[in-house]
């Protein structure tokens, strides 16, 4: 199992949509979580991070259930904009320390 | 003035070669990082380095050497090139060890033929 799994889509919505994506990791002792984005053919980019009582920056709405292990990153209203990969991203007590593990993104297309 | 830069952005090789990789940053980090990603996407770390000291060196071939002059540089070079090692290489930055927000550069796009 890998240890940090997303959906990679793509997620094809039409501009004004709501769109969710989930991501599921498997260390339990994971501290901090964050959604990534990455346009095509750049760099990622920090999104947000992910708080325990969730949190809203916007349009985006972070989520985490540590009790299932998954996060989960909510776009409303979708902006052509919004079209990226969308990597969610865990930093947690591992072989190599405290080190971010990255997902293989999920890739969201926003059409007009 | 870009914050992590690396060069070159593109490099077409052959197999066999030996090349190297330089990354910059200007933003007064203590962290450094090297990321490579391949053509699934997935993004992972090969070496970190903190105040120019290795601190992460992940299941890389020691054909892989990174060197940090200073904390601002993080180079890498690549020794004996592979077809397998085609894929874009990411430069990164925080300001500290634990922290979430790394500063990517651009990338550098490896092609081995």
């Known amino acids: 199992r890998k240890e940090v799994e997303q959906d990679p889509g793509p997620f094809n919505v039409p501009e004004g949509a709501t769109v969710a994506f989930n991501c599921t990791y498997s260390?339990?002792?994971?501290?901090?979580f964050f959604w990534y984005r990455q346009d095509c053919r750049k760099e990622p980019k920090l999104l947000m991070s992910?708080?325990?009582s969730g949190n809203e920056d916007g349009r985006f709405t972070a989520q985490l259930n540590r009790a299932s292990q998954y996060i989960s990153l909510l776009i409303r209203d979708s902006k052509l904009s919004d079209s990226a990969t969308y990597l969610c991203?865990?930093?947690?007590?591992?072989?190599?320390?405290?080190?971010?593990?990255f997902g293989g993104g999920t890739r969201l297309m926003v059409k007009p | 003035d870009t914050a992590v830069s690396q060069t070159p952005k593109y490099l077409v090789t052959q197999m066999g070669n030996d090349k190297s990789i330089k990354c910059e940053q200007n933003l007064g980090h203590d962290t450094m990082y090297w990321y490579k990603q391949d053509s699934k996407k997935f993004l992972k770390i090969m070496f970190s380095y903190n105040n120019k000291e290795l601190i992460i060196n992940e299941t890389v071939p020691n054909r892989f050497s990174p060197k940090s002059p200073d904390k601002a540089h993080l180079n890498l070079h690549i020794n004996s090139l592979e077809l397998g090692d085609s894929a874009v290489y990411f430069c990164a930055s925080s300001p500290t060890v634990n922290t979430g927000e790394l500063f990517f550069g651009e990338g550098s796009r490896l092609t081995v033929l």
């Open positions: 991203v865990v930093r947690g007590n591992n072989n190599a320390g405290n080190m971010l593990t």
């Open positions: 992910v708080y325990s």
């Open positions: 260390n339990s002792a994971s501290q901090s």
